[in-house]
């Protein structure tokens, strides 16, 4: 039995002791600054008034936007796991509102290098987190490194995260332009939605997708929905500086209101047939054996 042979068995007996999967959602951009963090954290408190069970991974290992937004530093990251004897249960760091946190850290970098028994280790622990978890929100790193890239092509769906800045719609189309080249990129199995974030008005929302998606179907035909319009609010930027999430610090802001319609946007289109339920064991699989 060959090295790909063994990885499928492993996904395979994951997969049956782990369903339902969980709901895999990639939030990214295509430059930094324009609050795709604080996407990320709010729709997750949105999730948890609307039920759901949610764990945020964050795969920005340069930087640290999600556990300083939380407040909460983890003793532990992925590298724990993979080297070091961890279960996936150690590694999760519990924010507000029981909101689990885990941390990429330096583990994401040596995906590519691992051998079958850390690999079978990773994926079993891996497949735990659809019994913990009924949305896993992935926190990209910002713009169009390799490591973005593996995380995108991985996902079953993807938030592109952009602001009416023109170097932000001009990044967000060339990090769909690097992800359309990508050889492992599926569009048919990809579902692509648009956050359109620090807007002045709905219709300025509205406008920003319009524009990006005219060029983005021109180009690459790529299929892009506009799935939310968060405005720019003052009270938002008072909630990061004060490390909390908009959307516990004063839900009735427009910003948390518009970030409780994103999450009941997406619950509302959860059985959308165009991606499928992977779950997180099968999204890191996805990765290691792309890599091979």
């Given at each position: 039995?060959?090295?790909?042979?063994?990885?499928?068995?492993?996904?395979?007996q994951?997969?049956?002791?782990s369903?339902?999967?969980a709901?895999?959602i990639?939030?990214?951009?295509?430059?930094?600054?324009?609050?795709?963090?604080?996407?990320?954290?709010?729709?997750?408190?949105?999730?948890?008034?609307?039920?759901?069970?949610?764990?945020?991974?964050?795969a920005d290992?340069?930087?640290?936007?999600?556990?300083v937004?939380f407040g909460?530093?983890?003793?532990?990251?992925?590298?724990?796991l993979i080297?070091?004897g961890?279960n996936?249960?150690?590694?999760?760091?519990?924010?507000?509102?029981?909101i689990?946190?885990?941390?990429?850290?330096?583990?994401?970098?040596?995906?590519?290098?691992?051998?079958?028994d850390?690999i079978?280790?990773?994926?079993?622990?891996l497949?735990?987190?659809?019994?913990?978890?009924d949305?896993i929100?992935?926190?990209?790193?910002?713009?169009?490194?390799?490591?973005?890239l593996?995380?995108?092509?991985?996902?079953?769906?993807?938030?592109?995260?952009?602001?009416p800045?023109?170097?932000?719609?001009?990044?967000?189309y060339?990090?769909?332009?690097?992800?359309n080249?990508?050889?492992?990129?599926d569009?048919n199995?990809?579902?692509i939605?648009?956050?359109?974030?620090?807007v002045?008005?709905?219709?300025?929302?509205?406008?920003?997708?319009?524009k990006?998606?005219a060029?983005?179907?021109?180009?690459?035909?790529?299929?892009?929905?506009?799935?939310?319009v968060i405005?720019?609010d003052?009270?938002?930027?008072k909630a990061?500086?004060?490390?909390m999430?908009?959307?516990i610090?004063?839900?009735?802001?427009?910003?948390?209101?518009?970030?409780?319609?994103?999450?009941?946007?997406?619950?509302?289109?959860?059985?959308?047939p165009?991606?499928?339920?992977?779950?997180?064991?099968?999204?890191?699989?996805?990765?290691?054996?792309?890599?091979?």
């Open positions: 039995m060959d090295q790909a042979e063994g990885l499928r068995n492993i996904i395979k994951s997969a049956i002791q369903r339902p999967a709901r895999v990639t939030v990214t951009s295509g430059k930094g600054g324009v609050g795709k963090s604080n996407v990320s954290i709010n729709l997750a408190v949105q999730f948890r008034r609307l039920g759901k069970k949610v764990i945020i991974f964050d290992f340069g930087m640290a936007n999600i556990e937004m909460a530093i983890p003793k532990h990251n992925l590298a724990d080297y070091h961890k996936i249960r150690e590694i999760i760091t519990m924010g507000p509102m029981d689990g946190f885990i941390s990429g850290g330096s583990g994401i970098a040596s995906l590519s290098n691992l051998g079958k850390y079978d280790y990773l994926i079993k622990n497949a735990e987190l659809d019994l913990l978890a949305v929100i992935i926190d990209t790193g910002a713009g169009i490194s390799d490591a973005v593996e995380f995108l092509v991985a996902s079953g769906e993807i938030l592109l995260v952009t602001t800045e023109p170097t932000s719609i001009t990044d967000s060339s990090l769909l332009k690097a992800l080249r990508h050889p492992k990129f569009r199995n990809t579902a939605k648009v956050v359109a974030n620090k002045g008005s709905f219709d300025e929302g509205r406008q920003l997708y319009t990006l998606n060029v983005v179907n021109r180009y690459l035909k790529i299929p892009l929905m506009l799935i939310g405005p720019e003052h009270e938002l930027v990061v500086m004060q490390q999430p908009i959307s610090q004063n839900p009735n802001a427009k910003a948390a209101q518009a970030f409780n319609d994103l999450a009941t946007a997406l619950a509302t289109n959860a059985t959308d165009v991606y499928h339920k992977r779950g997180m064991s099968g999204f890191f699989a996805s990765m290691i054996r792309g890599n091979r």
